[in-house]
């Protein structure tokens, strides 16, 4: 069912995500589809984890999945991505991960991700994310732009865990936000509050417009 389809007759947009602690703390794809559900665009969300996109690649059960033709949309996270930004990971298995999906019907994201605390490494993070989707065809959700521009707009937000990497509940509805509007390409007037303030909802909400761009 496309996308538009599953829009116009109220059917859930099935989604499955493959990702690592990034996407499984706080559960955003339960979060996406809250979002969903507030906006009457209903999201049947899906989730496999592992460590790296390197590792679910070798997984026949998670390959099995994303080629069984059963998603409309794909998205994948966890490429292995050096902290020091000195050294190369292979990618090959993420480029192979997007194709298989598309191969089976599904429209493929990359959820690039946030920066760690206090480390500039936004766009290096979503360059080594445009690599995998130069070479696969797959759309890239700019999580990590979204994050920044909230920062901008509210410095010192508490978005990240304590760790310094994972995000807190509230840099998770951050994520969330960015992801729903690039699956979705929400543009309709108002705005979605996810149990937040409603100052708050309506800054995530206009941060996450760079997802539509």
Do not use: C
């Amino acid at each position: 069912m496309s996308l538009l389809a599953a829009l116009v007759i109220g059917a859930p947009l099935r989604v499955l995500f493959l990702g690592n602690s990034h996407t499984q703390f706080n559960d955003v794809p339960k979060l996406v589809a809250s979002l969903g559900r507030e906006r009457g665009r209903p999201i049947s969300a899906e989730s496999r984890s592992g460590p790296t996109l390197y590792d679910m690649y070798g997984d026949s059960q998670i390959r099995n999945a994303v080629s069984s033709g059963r998603y409309e949309m794909i998205v994948l996270q966890a490429q292995a991505i050096s902290t020091s930004h000195r050294f190369t990971y292979s990618n090959k298995e993420a480029i192979a991960l997007a194709k298989e999906g598309k191969q089976a019907g599904a429209k493929v994201f990359l959820f690039s991700e946030w920066p760690r605390r206090g480390v500039d490494e936004t766009t290096y993070i979503e360059g080594i994310y445009k690599k995998i989707a130069d070479a696969s065809g797959a759309k890239i959700i700019p999580v990590g732009r979204v994050w920044d521009a909230v920062l901008r707009e509210q410095k010192g937000l508490p978005l990240w865990a304590q760790d310094g990497n994972h995000a807190s509940a509230l840099g998770s509805r951050v994520a969330a936000y960015a992801i729903y509007r690039s699956l979705t390409q929400d543009k309709d007037a108002g705005f979605p509050m996810l149990d937040l303030g409603r100052s708050q909802a309506e800054m995530f909400w206009k941060a996450s417009g760079i997802a539509l761009e």
